[in-house]
């Protein structure tokens, strides 16, 4: 699988397996539902800060987000 297909992949599951829409996501991050749906679809690369909030709302380590780890969980804090 192509990375930026991995990225799309993850962060639609993430979405529906919280059952959520994509509007519900994109108010999250503070953008509209149809730049939000254009990362969902690979079609424009998300900005690292979004992908950052991501994280934070899922509780999945950034890494996991972006295809590098197979591990959701974010690393815990000191």
């Given at each position: 699988m192509q990375p930026i297909e991995e990225f799309t992949s993850r962060i639609k599951s993430l979405r529906e397996d919280n059952d959520l829409r994509q509007k519900q996501v994109a108010q999250v991050l503070e953008i509209t539902q149809q730049q939000?749906?254009?990362?969902?679809?690979?079609?424009?690369?998300?900005?690292v800060d979004l992908i950052k909030k991501l994280a934070k709302y899922y509780n999945v380590d950034m890494n996991y987000i972006v295809g590098i780890s197979t591990i959701k969980n974010p690393y815990p804090k000191k």
């Open positions: 939000y749906s254009l990362y969902e679809k690979g079609y424009r690369l998300m900005p």
